[in-house]
Nanobody, 118 residues
Framework: QVQLVESGGGLVQPGGSLRLSCAASGRFFSINTMAWHRQAPGKQRELVAAISPGGSTNYADSVKGRFTISRDNAKNTVYLQMNSLNVEDTAVYYC????????????WGQGTQVTVSS
Protein backbone atom coordinates (compact mmCIF):
# COMPACT_ATOMS: atom_id res chain seq x y z
CA GLN A 1 0.00 0.00 0.00
CA VAL A 2 1.12 3.55 -0.71
CA GLN A 3 0.89 6.28 1.90
CA LEU A 4 1.31 10.02 1.58
CA VAL A 5 2.12 11.87 4.78
CA GLU A 6 1.87 15.65 4.86
CA SER A 7 3.39 18.08 7.32
CA GLY A 8 3.99 21.78 7.75
CA GLY A 9 0.54 23.28 8.10
CA GLY A 10 -0.43 25.68 10.84
CA LEU A 11 -1.52 29.18 11.75
CA VAL A 12 0.23 32.14 10.16
CA GLN A 13 -0.44 35.86 9.94
CA PRO A 14 -1.26 37.55 6.62
CA GLY A 15 1.93 38.15 4.69
CA GLY A 16 3.66 35.23 6.34
CA SER A 17 5.11 32.02 4.92
CA LEU A 18 4.72 28.29 5.38
CA ARG A 19 6.34 25.26 3.80
CA LEU A 20 4.37 22.07 3.31
CA SER A 21 5.97 18.67 2.76
CA CYS A 22 4.49 15.40 1.57
CA ALA A 23 6.42 12.13 1.58
CA ALA A 24 5.30 9.00 -0.23
CA SER A 25 6.10 5.57 1.15
CA GLY A 26 5.27 1.99 0.28
CA ARG A 27 5.98 -0.39 -2.58
CA PHE A 28 5.90 1.16 -6.03
CA PHE A 29 8.06 1.61 -9.12
CA SER A 30 7.93 5.35 -9.50
CA ILE A 31 5.81 8.46 -9.11
CA ASN A 32 4.59 10.52 -12.01
CA THR A 33 2.93 13.87 -11.35
CA MET A 34 2.82 15.16 -7.77
CA ALA A 35 0.48 17.98 -6.83
CA TRP A 36 -1.03 20.07 -4.09
CA HIS A 37 -4.76 20.74 -3.89
CA ARG A 38 -6.75 22.69 -1.34
CA GLN A 39 -10.30 22.87 -0.10
CA ALA A 40 -11.69 25.84 1.75
CA PRO A 41 -14.89 25.60 3.81
CA GLY A 42 -17.93 25.53 1.56
CA LYS A 43 -15.84 25.36 -1.61
CA GLN A 44 -14.78 22.64 -4.01
CA ARG A 45 -11.31 21.17 -3.90
CA GLU A 46 -9.03 22.98 -6.34
CA LEU A 47 -5.61 22.36 -7.83
CA VAL A 48 -2.95 24.66 -6.39
CA ALA A 49 0.20 23.44 -8.13
CA ALA A 50 1.58 20.36 -9.88
CA ILE A 51 5.03 19.14 -10.84
CA SER A 52 6.23 16.46 -13.23
CA PRO A 53 9.12 14.08 -12.51
CA GLY A 54 11.31 16.29 -14.69
CA GLY A 55 10.40 19.45 -12.81
CA SER A 56 7.83 21.05 -15.10
CA THR A 57 5.32 22.99 -13.04
CA ASN A 58 1.93 24.61 -13.32
CA TYR A 59 0.09 26.82 -10.85
CA ALA A 60 -3.36 28.14 -10.19
CA ASP A 61 -3.58 31.78 -11.18
CA SER A 62 -4.38 32.75 -7.60
CA VAL A 63 -0.99 31.53 -6.30
CA LYS A 64 1.36 32.37 -9.18
CA GLY A 65 4.33 34.36 -7.97
CA ARG A 66 3.64 33.48 -4.33
CA PHE A 67 3.80 29.68 -4.13
CA THR A 68 6.58 27.39 -5.36
CA ILE A 69 6.23 23.64 -5.81
CA SER A 70 9.31 21.42 -5.85
CA ARG A 71 10.14 17.76 -5.42
CA ASP A 72 12.95 15.48 -4.39
CA ASN A 73 12.61 12.34 -6.48
CA ALA A 74 15.18 10.44 -4.41
CA LYS A 75 13.04 11.03 -1.31
CA ASN A 76 9.67 10.68 -3.06
CA THR A 77 8.75 14.01 -1.50
CA VAL A 78 6.97 17.08 -2.79
CA TYR A 79 7.11 20.52 -1.20
CA LEU A 80 5.01 23.66 -1.38
CA GLN A 81 6.65 26.91 -0.33
CA MET A 82 3.92 29.45 0.34
CA ASN A 83 4.83 33.13 0.65
CA SER A 84 2.77 36.29 1.00
CA LEU A 85 -0.10 34.30 2.42
CA ASN A 86 -3.52 35.93 2.67
CA VAL A 87 -6.77 34.94 4.33
CA GLU A 88 -8.08 33.51 1.04
CA ASP A 89 -5.35 30.85 1.25
CA THR A 90 -6.97 29.37 4.35
CA ALA A 91 -7.89 25.78 3.53
CA VAL A 92 -7.05 22.15 4.06
CA TYR A 93 -4.16 21.33 1.74
CA TYR A 94 -3.90 17.85 0.25
CA CYS A 95 -1.02 16.34 -1.66
CA UNK A 96 -1.65 13.89 -4.47
CA UNK A 97 0.67 11.58 -6.35
CA UNK A 98 0.20 9.49 -9.49
CA UNK A 99 1.92 6.30 -8.36
CA UNK A 100 3.05 3.56 -10.72
CA UNK A 101 3.13 0.06 -9.27
CA UNK A 102 1.40 -2.93 -10.85
CA UNK A 103 -1.07 -0.32 -12.01
CA UNK A 104 -1.28 3.46 -11.94
CA UNK A 105 -3.37 5.20 -9.34
CA UNK A 106 -3.68 8.60 -7.73
CA UNK A 107 -3.10 8.51 -4.00
CA TRP A 108 -4.02 11.31 -1.60
CA GLY A 109 -2.65 12.50 1.69
CA GLN A 110 -4.82 13.04 4.74
CA GLY A 111 -4.67 16.83 4.47
CA THR A 112 -3.05 19.53 6.55
CA GLN A 113 -4.79 22.68 7.77
CA VAL A 114 -3.42 26.06 6.79
CA THR A 115 -5.02 29.02 8.54
CA VAL A 116 -4.11 32.60 7.67
CA SER A 117 -5.40 34.99 10.27
CA SER A 118 -4.34 38.03 12.24
Amino acid sequence: QVQLVESGGGLVQPGGSLRLSCAASGRFFSINTMAWHRQAPGKQRELVAAISPGGSTNYADSVKGRFTISRDNAKNTVYLQMNSLNVEDTAVYYCAADVIYSNTKTFWGQGTQVTVSS
